[in-house]
């Protein structure tokens, strides 16, 4: 069931939700709150990775338990909404620390991805988060 953001963001365009309930998912990484992140994730979800929404959910609890900080740098996110569906393209960066470096790597990431969503109500869920190309 999505995250109910409705009491606020009646008033806003959708390329302002989109914003919002990807701030919340970037939110929820650096809190370490598996819901908070999935919330926002359609259970229709699928990536080119092969993960579905529950691999997609494993594997968000996996990152989450086995990294003390988490901290997610984004910039202004390119959203073309058509109809109920939308695609954006965003640029990031994520620094985390893992518990264990032995077992999990320091990540350093930066780059742009391609996040597909669909409109679901009033609020807006991701379908597919994946590589720009």
Not at 44 to 61: I, M, N, Q
Not at 74 to 91: F, K, N
Request: aromatic letters at 8%; glycine letters at 6%; zero cysteines.
């Amino acid at each position: 069931m999505p995250f109910d953001l409705s009491h606020l963001t009646g008033g806003l365009s959708d390329e302002q939700k989109i914003a919002m309930v990807l701030a919340d998912v970037s939110q929820g990484m650096e809190n370490k709150r598996v819901y908070q992140v999935l919330s926002h994730v359609s259970q229709r979800y699928h990536d080119r990775e092969g993960r579905d929404y529950e691999a997609l959910r494993k594997h968000v609890s996996t990152i989450l338990d086995n990294y003390r900080t988490i901290r997610v740098t984004r910039t202004p996110s390119r959203v073309q909404v058509q109809g109920d569906r939308a695609r954006v393209v965003d640029t990031f960066g994520t620094l985390a620390q893992p518990n264990d470096q032995k077992e999990y790597p320091i990540i350093d990431l930066q780059g742009r991805v391609v996040i597909l969503l669909e409109r679901s109500g009033d609020t807006w869920q991701i379908l597919e988060w994946g590589p720009l190309f």
